[in-house]
């Protein structure tokens, strides 16, 4: 549980930059598992993977300026983060200094990963930091199993949908990437069938 208090102040510190430009932004990964797992309205004695990863998704804007630049922007100038951007991976990294071990959070552009926009339909707040909807979550989880089968994603999807099912939009949620999954993780079928019963499928 201390990494995810750890990650917290990260994703706190990172988010109130962004917030501060008026960048739309959701933080994405086990991490969102993580805190579910820690929060006061759900079972604590659910063992939970240690050392979650941490992701923010960020939207370009208005100008189409793309997430990266306007990330680089917001954290310029902090001397509590440093940046890494590698051109050759198209990937970008903030880096939390002010704890040891640092924190490295991924940079994802909205769109890509996750929805395309940010907003009270596909942000929910957690402990004042903004998260993707637990449909969200499923939804960018589930795209990013069909394609490399992490057992990571498997575990966040079924624990997301396990718990909170009844919190899910289906209409979100690829019916075939699904079924593919429950197939493959059977403790995962009842909630997904209890979710197409409430949908009346």
Known sequence: MHETRRLLEAATALSLLLRNASIPHAFYGSFLTAVLATSPF???????????????????GQNQAHPFRRTRDAVAGNEDFTITHSPWTNRLHVTYRRLIPAIEIEILPAGESGPRHLDTSTVMKIQGVPFLTVSEFIRAKLKTWVIGGSERDAQDISYALIRYWNRVDINRI??????????RNTSAAPAWAALRRKYGM
């Open 174 to 183: 690829t019916e075939q990437d699904m079924n593919l999954f429950v197939t």
């Open 42 to 60: 759900s079972d604590a004695s659910i063992p939970f993977i240690p050392a979650p990863d941490i992701s923010c998704i960020v939207q370009g």
